[in-house]
């Protein structure tokens, strides 16, 4: 600040539109201080420095499945389960070679119920000598999937170390029998370690019609079986969904006032067949009947994003992402909710910000390509002439 005769003056200093300068100058700063903190805090939430392993072993427990049927009403899952019924007893029954049945869908979509319905058919318990259920998730590791058979079978933990003694058990309990093995939420894209499971398995020779059923989210899993077919699991209809809302929102005893259902079915046109989605919201109004907590629903306000299950399972994609998918994914933050993103022009942004780099021989464009294409199949995106965020 300068005086009138050039000279820097102890008055001027402290004219009083200065100091208001300065307070708001200095509150500006604690602001933005503020805001920095809070990105900071946010960032860590995104988990973009570090590895996969890292961040799945907090959900591990939570992901843990067995065969037991545990959902009062399974809906609209008949034809699926006949289907895949009528693969495991003509199909497969007749085939020299081990049979491998993927079914592949979005987190939510009801694999696990779909998978859990067939293993306790009646049918498919007759059919078979021996059925065993692995929960395998993000650890594909073939000791571990070994040594939970051989526990499922004998109910013991064979308490084994080496892989050969494994692979040994192994043959010993599944020695000329027709078997089904369920191996639930299977994240791994290796083709070799897939292949050394299945060649451990293949070892043991079991009867003809011997099938493992795999359920999985990614169709890169289900590529690296190199089998056929994959089963890919659809949403449920309109009508479907609706007695799935019902079933949880309402329950037996509960008045389907006409406001409410009108709400309701508002919701659950939201839930885009999604059984998790539809169950999830469902509950979550079962004690609830004023029109007001209906319409939070509708409106999405009421739900606290850590504690729900859908963005829990929506997590989980997320955190098996490699660092640089993850890194490209949360940039797209930078969007609205809903809006439409071009793809090249996402992918320009990208190269830009440095977050993919040419490989070897393979254009950073291209690479941009592959990276677009691997969140496009963990349902990232949403396809519409143009693309949009699904959050
Ligand atoms: N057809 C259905 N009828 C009623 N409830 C269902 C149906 N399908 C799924 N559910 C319920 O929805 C939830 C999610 O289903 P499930 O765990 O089978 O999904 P998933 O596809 O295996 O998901 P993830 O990819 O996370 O393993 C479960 O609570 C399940 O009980
Ligand atoms: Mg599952």
């Known amino acids: 600040m300068h005086s009138h005769d050039g000279h820097t003056s102890c008055l001027s200093r402290l004219h009083p539109n200065d100091i208001l300068f300065r307070f708001n100058i200095g509150k500006r700063m604690k602001d933005i201080t503020q805001r920095f903190h809070d990105i900071h805090e946010e960032k860590s939430t995104f988990n973009l420095e570090h590895g996969i392993t890292e961040v799945q072993t907090v959900d591990d427990f939570w992901r843990q499945t067995s065969s037991d049927i545990t959902e009062p009403v399974v809906y609209g899952r ?3 389960r006949e289907k895949i019924v009528k693969f495991l007893l003509e199909d497969a029954s007749n085939s020299e070679e081990l049979s491998i049945f993927p079914i592949v869908g979005i987190g939510g979509l009801g694999k696990t119920t779909l998978a859990k319905q067939v293993f306790n058919d009646h049918r498919v318990c007759k059919h078979f000598d021996l059925t065993i259920w692995v929960c395998v998730s993000d650890d594909f590791n073939t000791k571990t999937i070994l040594q939970s058979i051989i526990e499922c079978i004998t109910g013991q933990n064979p308490n084994l170390n080496s892989l050969e003694a494994m692979r040994k058990k192994v043959e010993e309990v599944l020695h000329g029998m027709r078997y089904l093995l369920v191996l639930d939420d299977v994240w791994n894209e290796y083709q070799e370690k ?4 299945k060649g451990k398995l293949q070892c043991a020779r079991a009867a003809k019609g011997a099938t493992i059923l795999v359920t999985t989210r990614l169709e890169e899993v289900a590529s690296t079986m190199q089998t056929h077919p994959t089963y890919h699991l659809k949403k449920l ?42 169950k999830t919201l469902g509950s979550l109004l079962r004690d609830q009947s004023e029109v007001r907590q209906w319409i939070n629903v509708k409106e999405g306000s009421s739900m606290t994003n850590e504690e729900n299950s859908i963005m829990r399972a929506l997590k989980l994609s997320y955190s098996n992402l490699e660092l640089s998918l993850r890194r490209c994914f949360s940039f797209c933050a930078i969007f609205p909710k809903d809006f439409a993103i071009d793809k090249e022009e996402l992918i320009h942004l990208w190269m830009a910000n440095g977050f993919i780099e040419s490989e070897r021989n393979i254009e950073v464009e291209d690479v941009g390509n592959k990276v677009w294409n691997k969140l496009y199949r963990r349902y990232f995106f949403r396809k519409q002439s143009v693309m949009s965020m699904v959050w």
């Open 78 to 80: 008949n034809q699926d």
């Open 194 to 197: 897939w292949k050394q499971l």
């Open 237 to 278: 209809s309109g009508d479907e969904s609706w007695s799935l809302f019902k079933y949880h929102a309402f329950g037996p005893n509960r008045e389907e006032t006409e406001e409410l259902v009108a709400i309701g079915k508002e919701i659950v046109r939201n839930c885009i067949g999604l059984p998790l989605a539809i």
